[in-house]
């Protein structure tokens, strides 16, 4: 019996397009990051970019549980002394919804220059529209 491995120049990818509306955050980030690695195919591969570019819709309306709400911080550091620089979530559902979704995506893909290409794929929009109907993308099942 032969083991399949993947190669980069075989992959086809799909586009998918994902509503966001009334989806938990993080469990979102889990279902998004499988797809932008490729793990909801038979033929993944650890090591090869196997993944399908991801559309996510309706960024502003993701929901979260508990507190977090009012009560988690993004940190930023500018790199000199005192430079630490925290916003809450629901400053950043106001200014930048798209970054909520950004970032708990890009903390569950692995640290490596193949994630960075897999975190290119991602495309999030706060509202309904999208630029990407031409690529034709097909709702995502859960």
Same mark, same amino acid.
């Given at each position: 019996?032969?083991?399949?491995?993947?190669?980069?120049?075989?992959?086809?990818?799909?586009?998918?397009?994902?509503?966001?509306?009334?989806?938990?955050?993080?469990?979102?980030?889990?279902?998004?990051?499988?797809?932008?690695?490729?793990?909801?195919?038979?033929?993944?591969?650890?090591?090869?970019?196997?993944?399908?570019?991801?559309?996510?819709?309706?960024?502003?309306?993701?929901?979260?549980?508990? +507190?977090? =709400?009012?009560?988690?911080?993004?940190?930023?550091?500018?790199?000199?002394?005192?430079?630490?620089?925290?916003? +809450?979530?629901? =400053?950043?559902?106001?200014?930048?919804?798209?970054?909520?979704?950004?970032?708990?995506?890009?903390?569950?893909?692995?640290?490596?220059?193949?994630?960075?290409?897999?975190?290119?794929?991602?495309?999030?929009?706060?509202?309904?529209?999208?630029?990407?109907?031409?690529?034709?993308?097909?709702?995502?099942?859960?």
């Amino acid at each position: 019996m032969n083991t399949t491995i993947a190669k980069k120049q075989e992959q086809k990818q799909e586009w998918y397009v994902i509503d966001a509306t009334d989806q938990v955050l993080g469990r979102l980030a889990v279902k998004i990051a499988n797809v932008l690695r490729g793990r909801h195919k038979p033929i993944y591969t650890p090591n090869v970019d196997c993944g399908d570019h991801v559309v996510v819709i309706n960024a502003e309306k993701v929901r979260v549980t508990g +507190k977090k =709400e009012e009560q988690k911080e993004y940190m930023f550091y500018t790199g000199f002394v005192g430079g630490e620089k925290y916003v +809450k979530l629901s =400053e950043f559902r106001q200014r930048k919804p798209e970054y909520l979704i950004e970032a708990a995506v890009r903390g569950m893909l692995p640290r490596n220059k193949l994630a960075r290409d897999m975190f290119l794929k991602l495309h999030v929009y706060a509202g309904t529209e999208h630029p990407h109907s031409a690529q034709q993308p097909k709702p995502f099942k859960f």
